[in-house]
């Protein structure tokens, strides 16, 4: 043995280790487990070396690195620079674009929807004049441009044409000093010539001290100058001022906010409503009347299919009934008994207010609380009437009736059936008409 | 030589010094190999077909002609390879242990001065390294390793041709030590 091992030594080392990493790695494979300690010595030896040629390298050969990285920094940021500027200009010139679609688009729809016949026109230079504002547009006289036609854009009023020639117009924005036109306030009606004054904001004169104007409120075309038709914007008021015999209002105007590119010019003007002050900004939007479901008003039988609101409905229904009776709806102080009404509980009308004496003037207040012909108050007049006075007669107790009758709904806590109060016996302060909850519309005035 | 440097080199406090220094040589050379292995083909993955452990190996084991101190010196080389793998701990022990007492044994009966010697050695153990892995890894860890020949024996050359100057550049330090 001891000859075989000192003869063969080497070999037998060597199979020594060659067995034992074998059986290390038998160990590990069969085991699933590491050797730590190998690693840990080897990993613990290796790594501070190797943080420290990193150290070493990123503060020598990253340096050379940057250097170098840096030579081609001018260069790239230059092109940068120029391809930033190329980039500018095409996303300015992409965003003009848009904004000329969208004018365009509005354009088109008001010019569809305006009564008016108008032409579109695109505003091609500018005219020359130290402190005229007047502008070439590519519409001449070959379509029909006359001068003293009306330049507007869905916004408000532009201007008006000056000059026409074969292929373009000259148009007077209403910032010219020269330009005039009768303009009309939108909440009280006071009337006034605007004027330009060479700026971006125009005046409107000959307006009395005494009428009132306040800050924000719009004016229209009032149609008086002939040129502007009736009820198109014009501005609104930034400021009002009471001068010497005139009071000094100032607006901005509405068609040129944002400059002016697209146009229309008016062939043939028609004239427009001036609408309410509760809708008079423009471009406010209107939800479309609601779409009725037949669960949630009772529909009468026999209804006009074109009637659409509550107050309409309640109203055909008692004109119905007061016919069926052969009195007038809305004449004379006899009211036709209601209570007949199908679907309205008869109620007892011993307490009824008598009706005043055909002959006797009705006071003012009483003109006042009778309900004018056609409105929807007057509707409710009758069934005021017909409310059991507490007073004289209390009413016995009864169980809550359900009211049927179709209810004019003005406020969201009146759509709840069970919320609505039935007639109670309480009438010495008179009942409150259907349509109070509704804002006061102004009245119809002839001024319009 | 000198008689002078002659009695100086005989002096037992300067030939214990000199074993010192190549203690220390011995180890840190095979570190620099292995960090040259795991950290340079971060920067210059070209670089990562060198496997500068298994040559320190070689250059050992032909240099000292010692079959059991090159056994244990390509298993150490090995381990500390294994370790700073993801595989059982062996593998690359086994192999350089094997390549050690081949090359120590071989350095018995050639002439590894010569620089042709050199080169086939190098890359035949190379190769002998490599294929030898694979067999191991099929064998005893069941990976499906592929083992390329052709690229093998390209690799082997590069190897053995980097031998060269990195032999000569070892011997030097070697007699500096």
Redesign the interface.
Known sequence: MDFFLSRYRNLTVLLIVIVAQLLLIAYQVKSNKDVPLIRVWAVTAVTPVEQGLELVRRYTWGFVEDYFVLLGVRSQNEKLQHENGQLKIENHYLKSELSTADRAQALSVFQAHSPSKTVAARVIGNGTGANSKVVFVDRGSTSGIESGMAVVTPDGIVGKVVDAYPMASLVMLVTDPTFAAGVISQKNRVRGTLKGLGQTKCLVDYAQNEEKVDEGEWFYTSGDDRIFPRGFPVGQVTSVHNGKTFKEIYLTPSGMQGGVEEVLIMLQGEHLQIPDSESATPGYKILPAPTESAGEVPQPTGQSSVLTTDADRLREQYKQSGEAQHRGFGEGFVAPDFTKIQGIRASTPAATNPPPPSGTQPSRDRQEAQPKPGSAAAADAPAKASVPSTASAPAPPKPKPRPTAPILVTDPTDADPDAVPPPAPKTEKPAKPPGSGVPPSRPPSGNQ | MSEYTERLLTSPSRKNQSDRLRLVWLIIIP?IA??FQ??VPR?VSFLSYLELPLLITVHFALGRRG??AS??YG?SIG??Q???SHQ????F??VK??VG?FAA?VSQRFDVENPIVTFILSFFFYFFHQFFYWVLARA??GEAMIFDPQQTLLFGLLNAAVALPLFHILDKLKVAA
């Open positions: 570190l292995i960090l795991v950290y920067f079959p059991i056994v244990f298993m381990l500390v294994d370790s700073l059982p701990i062996g593998m022990g086994i242990t094997l007492y044994s005893l860890l």
